[in-house]
């Protein structure tokens, strides 16, 4: 009987590529972990704030379903006026149709410049300088209430809170991907990205 040498039966040792692949999996995998798990925290449950006694209630756009939840806020009387964010027409009109009603309150409507949160801060900073707004309840998305806290408070000044209109999304969606979870969860991602390239109001 012939006797196989030691190196003949011992398992051959993992390549130097086999490694490098394993240990990038590993790093991969324990990103996308903590993105998960922060995602909770940033875009799921973010800390945001009780409505209070304001100057203004600021809504960010775009004008859908959080308009309800902000004329019930109003009608609660947590502010005099009303200021909504929301694209014109070709003819200046407002698309938000509450920017043609008639409240028992002040409704302000404006275009920000760009139609982005940044663009929304820099006019709540402007319009804050013009109407002496001291304190502001900011109502956005529930998802978008962190990224919108970093930037809204690049701007203003002021007594500032946070308002989340809750959404019950799902994790997907194939009527309307940008309500789902997961489209969220990238989209607030990358534009947290361009918050910390762009630190100015």
């Known amino acids: 009987m012939t006797l196989l040498r030691d190196h003949e039966t011992q398992a051959k040792p993992p390549t130097r590529k086999k490694r490098l692949f394993f240990r990038s999996f590993a790093v991969i995998a324990a990103l996308a972990i903590f993105w998960a798990v ?8 973010p800390p945001s704030d009780q409505p209070t006694r304001s100057d203004v209630l600021f809504v960010l756009g775009p004008p859908d379903n959080r308009i309800s939840y902000a004329e019930k ?15 014109a027409g070709k003819d200046g009109r407002f698309e938000a149709a509450i920017c043609g009603a008639h409240r028992s309150y002040r409704v302000i409507c404006f ?30 998305a529930e ?9 809204v408070s690049r701007c203003f000044g002021g007594d500032l ?10 994790l997907l ?7 789902s979870w997961a489209y969220q ?5 990358a534009a947290f990205v361009k918050v910390a390239i762009h630190p100015g109001c």
């Open 185 to 189: 969860y990238v989209y607030q991602t």
């Open 173 to 179: 969606s194939l009527t309307d991907p940008t309500y």
């Open 38 to 45: 922060a995602g909770i925290f940033l875009y799921v449950t």
């Open 161 to 170: 809170h946070m308002v989340a209109d809750r959404m019950d999304l799902p």
């Open 73 to 87: 806020l109003m009608r609660q009387g947590y502010a005099p006026t009303l200021a909504v964010s929301s694209p």
């Open 143 to 151: 998802f978008h209430v962190t990224r919108a806290r970093v930037i």
């Open 111 to 140: 275009n920000p410049d760009p139609f982005t949160t940044q663009g929304e801060a820099r006019s709540l900073k402007e319009l804050s300088a013009r109407y002496g707004w001291k304190s502001a309840n900011v109502l956005t």
